[in-house]
């Protein structure tokens, strides 16, 4: 059984290109949230999904930020343009109803 | 959710009990007490939760005050594999599993 899946590892951008990090949660499990990581600090909410819908977006930034989990095929977290800022860890988890999270093991982005 | 405070970093020794503390006097009767770590580079792992009763599984015990304004994880006989950041959490129930992570407490497990 595997677990959280997120690809790329490493993903390294020039600023203003789009980034797109992708998260396929364990089996069976319906609900997805991604976390940011900036270097030498602790994990920031950003995004909680279920199929389909955005449940709670209130850590992601207003502009250049967007999250999608379809109906088939990974969660998606899309960053425009990006930033030197937006250099980090992106951590995705997942869990099914009435359990605790698994989470996988990041997309370090780096932005030159 | 209410804040925890944890101290900067620890050390154990290898094959001895590591005990690390977590304060969150403000916590209130719906909210959890979870327990991560996060070992360098790799994605936090969940550890254990608790509510009021202390508890135990294959990795660790907690130990919740009586009050509940504190908490102990206790790894019985640390590695140097368990050397990692360990965040302790509260979490209130039902609220869409949103969890604030602070900054953690740094144990290196020394040979």
């Known amino acids: 059984n595997a677990g959280v899946m997120q690809n790329p590892r490493h993903l390294v951008r020039r600023r203003g290109q789009e980034a797109r990090l992708r998260c396929s949660p364990m089996?069976?499990?319906?609900?997805v949230y991604w976390y940011r990581q900036l270097p030498e600090e602790g994990l920031k909410f950003m995004v909680y999904?279920?199929?389909?819908?955005?449940?709670?977006e209130s850590g992601m930034p207003k502009e250049r930020f967007s999250a999608e989990f379809p109906k088939e095929g990974p969660s998606i977290l899309r960053i425009q343009q990006v930033v030197r800022g937006d250099s980090a860890a992106y951590f995705c988890?997942?869990?099914?109803?009435?359990?605790?999270?698994?989470f996988g093991s990041g997309t370090r982005l780096t932005v030159v | 959710d209410a804040k925890t405070t944890q101290p900067t970093s620890m050390d154990c020794a290898e094959g001895r009990a590591a005990n690390l503390p977590c304060n969150h006097s403000?916590?209130?009767?719906?909210?959890?007490v979870y327990w991560y770590r996060q070992i360098h580079s790799q994605g936090p792992q969940y550890i254990i939760h608790?509510?009021?009763n202390n508890e135990t599984n294959e990795m660790a015990s907690l130990i919740i005050t009586e009050d509940r304004k504190s908490s102990t994880l206790i790894l019985p006989h640390a590695t140097l594999r368990d050397t990692a950041v360990y965040y302790c959490?509260?979490?209130?129930?039902?609220?869409?599993?949103?969890?604030?992570f602070g900054k953690g407490t740094l144990l290196t497990v020394n040979p």
């Open positions: 999904l279920q199929k389909e819908n955005i449940i709670d």
């Open positions: 988890a997942s869990r099914k109803m009435g359990a605790g999270y698994t």
């Open positions: 403000t916590i209130s009767g719906n909210e959890y």
């Open positions: 959490i509260v979490r209130v129930r039902g609220s869409n599993y949103k969890l604030t």
């Open positions: 608790g509510l009021k």
């Open positions: 089996k069976g499990h319906s609900h």
